[in-house]
């Protein structure tokens, strides 16, 4: 993290965007959003039909990370991020009865609609809850896999996020990820810029270093990979992608 960077500031400016993804989906943003991205992206059409589609309007991930998570039925599942819930409902349909999934948000529009898009469905092996990815208000070993889509990079503190991660996973854990990394050193300007960090830009951290940060916090990185078909849509953060690597990736783990 940088040391002038405003962390309140940050803060407000995620969950102003990220508010409006909840509640204004069809507006423009520096990142596409909805059901043609996760089609994209690899979610299988056959999973997509069976979630809320209000859910998939604000879907704004980056990347398809579930063949990396090795869901089994009857796993606990966490989602650090979950906005409206796609990734949830989407886990939930694998695990069943009786697994669970859990998501973990700290915007409250997002939580909202994302608890009566569950009520609608009658999902009830899915819950939705506010908190913070560094902070995570459950237990140690209480997750058998943890997921996250496009998130950690809004984090200015990456390395107690997976800290947590690690905690909260029981010893045979798994860690499916999808997020937003650079190939080089970005500058102050950018990392400093708080609409720049909303957008997943401004914090995506090196992709060495980002794994780097995985292993530390005690899991073997088992498989990293590009995630091609993602791309930012606004002149401006096209060309901090084109000139700085920044780029989607997904990553497994193991604890």
């Known amino acids: 993290m940088t040391n002038s960077l405003n962390v309140e500031r940050l803060e407000r400016a995620v969950k102003s965007v990220y508010q409006d993804v909840a509640e204004a989906p069809n507006e423009e943003y520096h990142f596409e959003m909805g059901r043609t991205l996760a089609e994209r992206l690899g979610y299988p059409a056959s999973d997509l039909d069976r979630i809320p589609a209000r859910v998939l309007e604000s879907f704004a991930g980056v990347g398809y990370h579930f063949d990396l998570s090795n869901l089994r039925e009857g796993d ?3 989602d650090l991020g979950s906005g409206s819930g796609t990734d949830v409902f989407v886990a939930a349909l694998q695990v069943e009865n009786p697994g669970s999934v859990t998501g973990l948000d700290m915007t409250d529009q ?6 009566q898009m569950r009520d609608e469905a009658g999902m009830d092996n899915v819950s939705f809850e506010r908190g913070y990815i560094e902070d995570v208000p459950f237990d140690d070993g209480a997750f ?13 503190d990456k390395e107690q996020v997976f800290e947590e991660a690690n905690r909260v996973l029981a010893s045979d854990g798994r860690l499916a990820i999808s997020d937003i990394i650079s190939e080089k050193l970005m500058p102050e300007s950018i990392k400093n810029n708080e609409d720049l960090w909303a957008a997943c830009i401004g914090g995506a951290e090196q992709v060495d270093r980002y794994t780097a940060l995985i292993e530390t916090a005690g899991f073997e990185v088992m498989e990293v990979r590009d995630n091609t078909q993602y791309e930012f849509i606004s002149e401006q953060a096209a060309n901090a992608c084109q000139k700085y690597g920044v780029k989607s ?7």
């Open 144 to 156: 058998d896999v943890v997921v996250s889509n496009g998130v950690i990079n809004l984090s200015p």
């Open 110 to 115: 997002q939580l909202a609609k994302a608890r």
């Open 76 to 78: 606990n599942v966490l």
């Open 249 to 255: 990736i997904s990553l497994g783990a193991q604890k």
